[in-house]
Each structure stands twice: as structure tokens, then as C-alpha cells.
């Protein structure tokens, strides 16, 4: 038996950065530094991200108050 899967939908840099609420710019340098969320090169210079590992990324960082560091072990400032 085989089972379908319908492919996840794939957003370029501008269109996942605004889904996320950051600029384009911000999303490149988190790229760079390695802190944003998972990504693909669909060719030497487009950059794809998979819907679901944007959303999972969110929600990876989903907080209940302004002191809360997500479990990084950092203290609040």
C-alpha cells in the first residue's frame, strides 16, 4: 500500500521572513550566524524554508513572560 503525501509548501527568504514577522535582512543574518530556522538551497543563490519547520520553530520559542529564557540556562537581565 502507498501512502501520498502532499509536499509542504516552500517559502523564498522574503515571503518566510514575513510570515516570521522579521525583515529579510534580519532573516539573512540569522542564516549566517546559524540561530534562525532550518533552511535549503534550491540553487547557488535561493534560499528555501519549509513551512512546517518555520512553524516549528515558533513554537519552539514560545514564551509566558518577558523573563522567561526558553531553557537556554541564561539569566534574565
Known amino acids: 500500500m502507498t ?3 502532499s509536499p509542504t509548501p516552500k517559502l523564498r527568504a522574503p515571503a518566510a521572513a514575513d510570515f ?3 525583515s529579510a535582512s534580519t532573516l539573512s543574518k540569522m542564516r ?3 540561530d534562525g530556522p ?3 538551497k534550491a540553487g547557488p543563490r535561493v534560499v528555501v524554508y519549509d513551512l512546517r519547520d518555520l512553524e516549528s520553530w515558533l513554537t519552539a520559542r514560545k514564551r509566558t513572560s ?3 529564557t526558553g531553557g537556554t ?3 534574565p537581565t
Do not use: F
Request: aromatic share 6%.
Open 3 to 5: 501512502v501520498e503525501h
Open 20 to 22: 516570521l514577522g522579521l
Open 32 to 34: 549566517l550566524r546559524g
Open 38 to 40: 532550518p533552511y535549503s
Open 66 to 68: 518577558t523573563s522567561d
Open 73 to 75: 540556562g541564561l539569566s
